[in-house]
């Protein structure tokens, strides 16, 4: 007999309008009102992106050591740090331990990651705020851009998100 799966149906997916909209630059140029970036729950914060936001927005990083001290940090967490200027650091906890991506080693936490972006998007609408970020999760944490892409077009659908790709890298 013939094979069955000539009967499957076919199911038709209408392609939807996601928003990342790339731009190659730094995303602290942005004029978005809360830059979002992704650290740990361990109390680190002097690499990649937290390096650069610790120098620019020292607050962003006493918030999160004041956090990290007071009651510490879990994975899934959002903290807003506001910055002056309508401008706000979103220190979201992605990933509990850090360390060297080499050898193909993930911190990044999907789940939790998908638990930030909820709350930063309820976030901008109660507020009407717009929202950068890097390519989040992708180089120091070691995730795969291709699954934290999908998960940001899945929460975020048809609201605008800018993410910033510093020249030079992939």
């Known amino acids: 007999g013939k094979s069955s799966s000539l009967c499957k149906p076919v199911k038709l997916y ?48 006493d918030m999160y050591m004041k956090k990290f001290q007071d009651e510490g940090w879990r994975v899934g967490e959002v903290q807003i740090v506001s910055v002056g200027n309508h401008r706000f650091i979103a220190n979201c906890a992605t990933q509990d331990k850090y360390g060297s991506p080499k050898g193909g080693k993930v911190y990044v936490s999907y789940p939790g990651l998908k638990a930030v972006m909820k709350e930063l998007k309820e976030i901008c609408l109660d507020n009407n705020w717009t929202l950068a970020m890097p390519k989040i999760g992708s180089d120091l944490a070691g995730g795969d851009w291709n699954q934290i892409e999908q998960i940001i077009n899945e929460v975020f659908g048809e609201m605008e998100v ?9």
């Open 14 to 61: 209408l392609t939807k309008d996601y928003m990342i909209k790339y731009i190659t630059g730094d995303v602290f140029t942005s004029k978005a009102n809360i830059i979002a970036h992704v650290c740990n729950c361990r109390g680190g914060f002097g690499a990649g992106i937290a390096l650069q936001v610790a120098k620019l927005y020292p607050k962003a990083k």
């Open 162 to 170: 800018e993410v910033y790709i510093y020249p030079g890298k992939k």
